[in-house]
Antibody, heavy 122, light 112 residues
Framework: QVTLKESGPGMLQPSKTLSLTCSFSGFSLSTSGMVVSWIRQPSGKSLEWLAAIDWDGDKYYNPSLKSRLTVSKDTSNTQVFLKITSVDIADTATYYC??????????????WGQGVMVTVSS | DVLMTQTPVSLPVSLGGQVSISCRSSQSLVHSDGNTYLHWYLQKPGQSPQLLIYRVSNRFSGVPDRFSGSGSGTDFTLKISRVEPEDLGVYYCLQSTHFPYTFGAGTKLELK
């Protein structure tokens, strides 16, 4: 049974660095074809794909935010991390992590975490 | 970025009825590998998005056959027949053919 769960600070001040953790079970990120992505959703708005890391450690970023994002994984392949630097109010959102499995050249997001709400406020 | 345009924004429905949601992309979603990476999600109130349909027309595990997806190129449709209360929420299309992956703005399915 695949499960993912996000954790984060809840609230932080503008200009700080946001650190998020995605802890998962039911699959290993060391398995060929596996991917974990980060997606966010401001309240009442649509979804925005942010970043992904695959089983081989390759990393992918949304160009619109690339300079501020860092995705990584732990050596046990059971956690994925996302750091966003220099946050501002526009980064206030619910952040999700999601699992994918490559099919040929791409993938969908088949399992999602429950999301963690992050508020940027002074 | 590929723009995904969903219509309508809001869709009133009667239980037991049938509805269609349209998703149009600003570029063809046919990948050079021959596949079309267009997917549909439902986000129920207070929940995470859940995968309904992947690669245009394939139902995800546990998704009832009341849900069907179709389309090609830049024009895609999600049909829901015999609408049940648990089908209410916001539907999103997602393209993962072109980088960065992008979602539609959503279609809210609500009771008349």
């Amino acid at each position: 049974q695949v499960t993912l769960k996000e954790s984060g600070p809840g609230m932080l001040q503008p200009s700080k660095t946001l650190s998020l953790t995605c802890s998962f079970s039911g699959f290993s990120l060391s398995t060929s074809g596996m991917v974990v992505s980060w997606i966010r959703q401001p309240s009442g708005k649509s979804l925005e794909w942010l970043a992904a890391i695959d089983w081989d450690g390759d990393k992918y970023y949304n160009p619109s935010l690339k300079s501020r994002l860092t995705v990584s994984k732990d050596t046990s392949n059971t956690q994925v991390f996302l750091k966003i630097t220099s946050v501002d109010i526009a980064d206030t959102a619910t952040y999700y992590c999601a699992r994918s499995i490559y099919y040929y050249s791409s993938y969908d997001f088949d399992y999602w975490g429950q999301g963690v709400m992050v508020t940027v406020s002074s | 970025d590929v723009l995904m345009t969903q219509t309508p924004v809001s869709l009133p429905v009667s239980l037991g009825g049938q509805v269609s949601i349209s998703c149009r992309s600003s570029q063809s979603l046919v990948h050079s590998d021959g596949n079309t990476y267009l997917h549909w999600y439902l986000q129920k109130p207070g929940q995470s998005p859940q995968l309904l349909i992947y690669r245009v027309s394939n139902r995800f595990s546990g998704v009832p056959d009341r849900f069907s997806g179709s389309g090609s190129g830049t024009d895609f449709t999600l049909k829901i027949s015999r609408v049940e209360p648990e089908d209410l929420g916001v539907y999103y299309c997602l393209q993962s053919t072109h980088f960065p992956y992008t979602f539609g703005a959503g279609t809210k399915l609500e009771l008349k």
